[in-house]
């Protein structure tokens, strides 16, 4: 900006003073010809129409160089045809020749400085005006951009804390169920659960960072029902902690999926319904018609969410545990399988998730 500044200053300044000495030399010739023109015809010459000029001071000379009238005071240097410094532009014209006795009109112009001083104060103003207005643009614009960075790193920030904590939760009830020699059975059920929902996590991890350096088993025909009433004997300890009804309503149906991704899959959906639904709840599960449908009474999600809950990290809710990847497991899954994965949620009310196979 400096630079177009700079160069366009001086661009300006070339023109001024182009434009400024063509006027001068315009204004001495016609001083020239009505000089001539009134020694010819014997009229008079209007001397004091251009010395009353506010543009330009002018004096007229003899032939010894002696000023005849006009309101220059400096001294001249005959020689020189042009004359240009700081302060002011001087032309030196003879083309007079002798008539009404003046051979040189000297005209002098001392606005020439004053335009500079004031183009100068424009380009400034102007570069001022140009850099804030171009900084506040690009701080916007900085801003706007590195607002998804600035995102994503609270995400993950958030993640790594949610992690620790829900990793912390089931290892501290198997370390303190394991602190007598002699276990009951309800401390042994309290190790069983812990133990299930590290590994619960552990493979949910394993999916979302190392299912790419890990080799997939071959997708195969697999009886949905058959693993869906497996899966859920796993959550009947947690279903049962919280007094949750479980209803099944389901056909048998072979689909073409790896199975240990649609265990990944059926387990996010029902570990939310359980997680998220309220003491004496319920759960219905459904698959029919190549159609699997969980419905819950739990805490719902309001509508204004619904679009960022497949995204990693975004929990639409504080409440209870997790970190934000179940349901993005469940849309990666279901467009890997092209599963139209439907949510329908009812704030207080409940949720519907609806696989269509």
């Keep these: 900006m400096i630079l177009v500044a700079f160069l366009y200053f001086q661009n300006e300044k070339t023109l001024y003073f182009d434009l400024t000495k063509s006027n001068m030399q315009n204004v001495v010739s016609k001083l020239s010809n009505e000089i001539i023109f009134a020694h010819m015809r014997g009229t008079h010459f209007n001397q004091d129409e251009y010395l009353e000029n506010r543009d330009y001071r002018l004096s007229f000379y003899d032939e010894n160089q002696k000023k005849l009238f006009g309101n220059i005071d400096e001294e001249i240097d005959f020689d020189k045809k042009f004359i240009k410094n700081d302060d002011f532009i001087m032309i030196i014209d003879n083309s007079t020749v002798g008539h009404l006795g003046i051979d040189y009109i000297v005209i002098k112009d001392n606005s020439f400085t004053k335009k500079i001083d004031n183009l100068m104060g424009k380009i400034i103003v102007a570069f001022i005006s140009s850099f804030l207005f171009i900084s506040f643009v690009g701080f916007y614009l900085a801003k706007l951009f590195l607002k998804p960075i600035k995102d994503e790193r609270e995400k993950l920030n958030n993640f790594i804390k949610d992690t620790t904590h829900e990793l912390n939760t089931p290892i501290s009830a198997i370390l303190m169920s394991t602190e007598s020699e002699n276990l009951n059975s309800r401390q042994i059920e309290r ?93 219905e599960i459904s698959l029919k018609n190549r159609v699997l449908t969980v419905k819950d009474t739990g805490i719902g999600i309001e509508t204004p969410k619904l679009k960022d809950i497949f995204n990693r990290y975004y929990r639409a809710t504080t409440e209870q545990g997790g970190f934000g990847i179940g349901l993005n497991i469940v849309y990666e899954i279901g467009k890997k399988y092209n599963i139209k994965v439907e949510v329908e949620s009812i704030y207080n009310e409940g949720t519907t998730i609806t696989l269509r196979f």
């Design 191 to 283: 190790i069983k659960l812990s133990a299930k929902r590290v590994s619960e996590i552990y493979k949910d991890l394993t999916y979302v960072f190392l299912r790419k350096d890990i080799k997939a088993n071959e997708s195969e025909e697999l009886d949905l029902a058959f693993l869906i009433k497996e899966q859920l004997a796993y959550f009947e300890p947690l279903a049962n902690k919280k007094k949750i009804e479980i209803t099944l309503n389901i056909e048998q149906f072979f689909y073409k999926i790896e199975e240990d991704e649609f265990i990944r899959l059926f387990n996010n959906i029902v570990s939310n319904a359980v997680k998220y639904n309220k003491i004496n709840g319920k759960i």
